[in-house]
């Protein structure tokens, strides 16, 4: 329908609104940032801004009008959306590692980092600060949240389920399989889990129906990495 080169490699998107942000790579591996898009007519895709944030982005959610985005090695960035053609940074928080997965529910942000899941308070986006944290069984690499139970994919196929409820103390419910794969990212809709799988060239599909108790429901072969 329609297509967009853009300045870097791809490498997480956020749909909102007419709008999509997207996590860019840059050819030097060096720098990299985010660009926002218009895809409110999808034959003419236009983009609005370039933001550089001086790292390789690998991750964005977007909740209000704040943008967070999880880098490579200068942490996670907020920035103020609210002007999509003139994006401003706001603040940017140091974690112990690279960020791999970011999801933002009301005035907390839960980030994967090397081998942890760090829950942050960004009611004041200027100053975000960390509120809790919990060692994973294995890197993880995406996170999700829903009803109070956080679902971390990790890079061997797995999927923890923990309950953050109490975002100062979450608690290792269930870690869920494990395989020589790797879940580079997900997404929830009614009630189940769609897991990309980078390595196999798998979509992989959760039954959440008990979120206690996750099920694999059933797996599709793609035609290139997911």
Request: glycine fraction near 10%; aromatic fraction near 6%.
């Amino acid at each position: 329908v329609g297509k967009l080169d853009l300045d870097g490699e791809p490498m997480d998107m956020f749909w909102n609104g007419g709008l999509v942000y997207v996590a860019v790579l840059s050819d030097d591996e060096k720098t990299g940032g985010i660009q926002i898009v218009d895809v409110s007519d999808w034959p003419a895709l236009t983009l609005v801004s370039v933001t550089d944030l001086g790292d390789n982005a690998d991750t964005v959610v977007v909740s209000g009008n704040l943008a967070l985005v999880g880098t490579a090695r200068s942490g996670m960035h907020i920035l103020d959306v609210s002007d999509p053609t003139a994006v401003r940074p706001i603040s940017a928080l140091t974690c112990r590692g690279p960020i791999t997965g970011v999801f933002s529910e009301g005035d907390v942000a839960y980030v994967t980092a090397e081998t942890e899941l760090l829950i942050l308070d960004v009611s004041d986006p200027a100053f975000p600060i960390e509120i809790g944290a919990l060692n994973m069984p294995r890197n993880p690499v995406e996170v999700l949240v829903s009803k109070g139970l956080a679902y971390v994919g990790d890079n061997k196929a797995g999927m923890a389920v923990i309950d953050v409820s109490d975002p100062k103390s979450p608690v290792l419910l269930l870690d869920y399989g494990a395989g020589e794969n790797e879940s580079s990212r997900m997404f929830a809709s009614d009630g189940l889990v769609y897991i990309a799988d980078s390595r196999q060239e798998v979509l992989g599909i959760i039954d959440l129906s008990e979120p206690k108790m996750p099920v694999l429901i059933g797996s599709l072969d793609t035609p290139e990495f997911v």
